[in-house]
């Protein structure tokens, strides 16, 4: 299960650093040893990274699996939300290299329902769900679990994990940030409580352009959800939505996912993963309130049908205009599986535009160059300032690996890096439209991507053979609409929201 990492530049030095988050003792729940500690690694340059978890303060108590990243003070710190099994940890970023465990004075010591019992976070999700200006806080709970030290489940006489149907499920958090360090439980209010789950991962968009963010949530054998915001509250409408199941009805185990436009059309788009034998789903936003299910038809259903995958992101490897989709794979079993790799290479899937479809590639990558593994957390961001998004990957018991993206740079690019004024200091929720001789394309500020894992930066554009953005336009989460002209390509573009 665990593996969540973040990049992240927690320093401000403008280089991506990473953080990631790492188990206890499964018994106690406790890091009664130094292989639990969770690890923050700042970035040198030139390649090298060093361990500043002790200086930092983020070696972490307790059994963590999640990490999500946002400035919730709007301080212009990345602070850091810790997601763990049964219990949460939010560290303030006191902007000097060091951080502070702030969750019980930000009221977030709240893993304990009272008809659930004790909570399983997975993941979380930073997004200002009622648009004031304050990052809010969506927590992903999985399903009801207890130590024992007696096998529950075996395979092939070994004991061994247990499929999601022997465990009951848990209801998602909602916490609104109160403006002053504090946030309150909001999750009977908005209608989370009716909808309890296995939820594996969430991602926030826009869906259906009505200027509130919406949160799509993977369950693990189980339907998914899609919690369209009604500005007070949620209303669930995965169902009628086109999204509760794959197109062949059948639950499979969602686990992370990307929930972002891929086909230009200024609607975002869901991909998420499963396991060997489940598919890789793809939803197409209709740009009506509701998505297609095109697996099949953009070929994503035979390219994955025999793979596992954890993570996912959506992001412009190539820089041709066009978002791939990153994979970290692996299955969830220890035991060998008929017919299916225990530890696998992860895969990038290509984009192929308009036409075509989803393209895997794995030794053509360069992705297996390193032993398969059970692959589980993914972060991205441009780890060496070249303009190409490179990736960081967890697996269980294996090293981390950091991939470079080594991919042909003749293609042109941008970086937006958002500064909200009236809207959150991240800019999360802004919708992005940029605008050259080829075309249109979209994006939006979020750092939920993947599997328990967060991804703080620049919005990133590959821009093809167009040295020149023609127009960006802003759409900040205040409402307010901002327009630049003739941007030159290969540059981090610094974006502040106009004050009026």
């Not at 304990?112 to 004031?132: F, R, T």
């Not at 890096?417 to 979020?446: E, H």
Request: charge should be negative.
């Amino acid at each position: 299960m665990p593996g969540g990492v973040a990049v992240f530049d927690y320093n401000g030095d403008g280089r991506p650093d990473i953080f990631f988050t790492n188990g206890a003792n499964i018994a106690t729940l406790r890091k009664d040893s130094p292989k639990y500690r969770n690890r923050l690694f700042r970035n040198d340059g030139n390649g090298v990274f060093t361990d500043v978890t002790d200086a930092a303060g983020l070696a972490g108590t307790g059994y963590d699996m999640g990490v999500a990243i946002g400035d919730y003070d709007n301080d212009g710190h990345p602070d850091i939300f810790v997601a763990g099994l049964y219990k949460n940890t939010l560290y303030h970023n006191n902007g000097n290299g060091t951080f502070t465990d702030v969750t019980v004075k930000a009221g977030l010591n709240k893993s304990q329902d009272p008809q659930y019992g004790p909570l399983w976070a997975v993941a979380a999700v930073w997004v200002d769900i009622n648009n004031d200006g304050l990052l809010d806080l969506f927590v992903v709970n999985y399903m009801q679990w207890t130590y024992s030290d007696k096998p529950l489940c075996a395979f092939r006489g070994v004991a061994d994990y247990c499929h999601p149907r022997y465990y009951k499920p848990t209801p998602d958090q909602l916490f609104i940030n109160n403006g002053d360090g504090t946030f309150r439980d909001a999750s009977v209010e908005w209608g989370l409580s009716n909808h309890p789950g296995k939820g594996m991962g969430a991602g926030i968009a826009d869906y259906d352009l009505d200027g509130r963010q919406d949160i799509f949530v993977t369950n693990d054998g189980d339907y998914e959800f899609l919690f369209h915001n009604l500005g007070n509250k949620f209303e669930e409408v995965a169902f009628d939505a086109g999204v509760a199941l794959p197109e062949d009805g059948n639950f499979i185990s969602g686990m992370g996912l990307d929930f972002r436009d891929f086909n230009n059309d200024g609607y975002p788009d869901i991909a998420y993963v499963a396991l060997n034998n489940q598919t890789f789903p793809i939803y197409e936003n209709t740009g009506k309130g509701s998505f297609r299910d095109v697996t099949t038809s953009s070929g994503m259903r035979d390219a994955s049908m025999s793979m596992a995958g954890y993570g996912a992101g959506f992001y412009d490897f190539d820089n041709d205009g066009w978002k791939d989709l990153f994979v970290t794979r692996g299955h969830v079993e220890s035991m060998p599986v008929p017919g299916a790799d225990i530890d696998q290479y992860n895969t990038v899937f290509h984009n192929p535009g308009k036409t075509g479809k989803w393209l895997p590639l794995t030794a053509e990558a360069g992705l297996s160059a390193a032993p398969g593994a059970r692959h589980r957390g993914v972060a991205f961001g441009d780890l060496d300032g070249d303009g190409r998004v490179d990736v960081v990957a967890t697996a269980l018991g294996a090293d981390a690996e950091i991939w470079m993206n080594r991919s042909p740079n003749s293609n042109h690019w941008l970086d937006i890096a958002l500064q909200g004024t009236k809207s959150n200091r991240d800019g999360i929720g802004a919708r992005i439209m940029v605008v050259t001789k080829s075309g249109a394309q979209y994006n939006q500020m979020t750092t939920s991507v993947g599997y328990a894992s967060s991804s703080d930066g620049p919005v990133h554009f590959g821009l093809g053979t167009d040295a020149v953005v023609q127009s960006i336009e802003i759409h900040w989460p205040s409402g307010r609409v901002q327009t630049f002209k003739e941007v030159k390509a290969d540059q981090i573009f610094k974006a502040t929201e106009p004050l009026n």
